[in-house]
């Protein structure tokens, strides 16, 4: 439920889905996204979603 909350606001709030994705990171990996990090899931990420 918590997944599918995060896609809706990923579809409707696109302004915001920086947060939303790492959000999504930290909750399901339990890990802090760094500078150098984000970048490289942000690029998988737009490739594959947007």
């Given amino acids: 439920m918590l997944f599918y ?17 790492k959000q999504f ?6 890990v802090n996204v760094d500078q150098e990090f984000f970048p490289r899931i942000h690029n998988a990420l737009s490739n594959t979603l947007f």
Avoid: A, D, T
């Avoid at 909350?5 to 994705?21: A, E, G, P, R």
């Avoid at 990171?25 to 339990?30: A, D, N, T």
């Fill in 5 to 21: 909350s995060i896609i809706y606001q990923l579809h409707f709030q696109y302004k915001n889905y920086k947060l939303v994705i």
């Fill in 25 to 30: 990171i930290v909750i399901f990996l339990g």
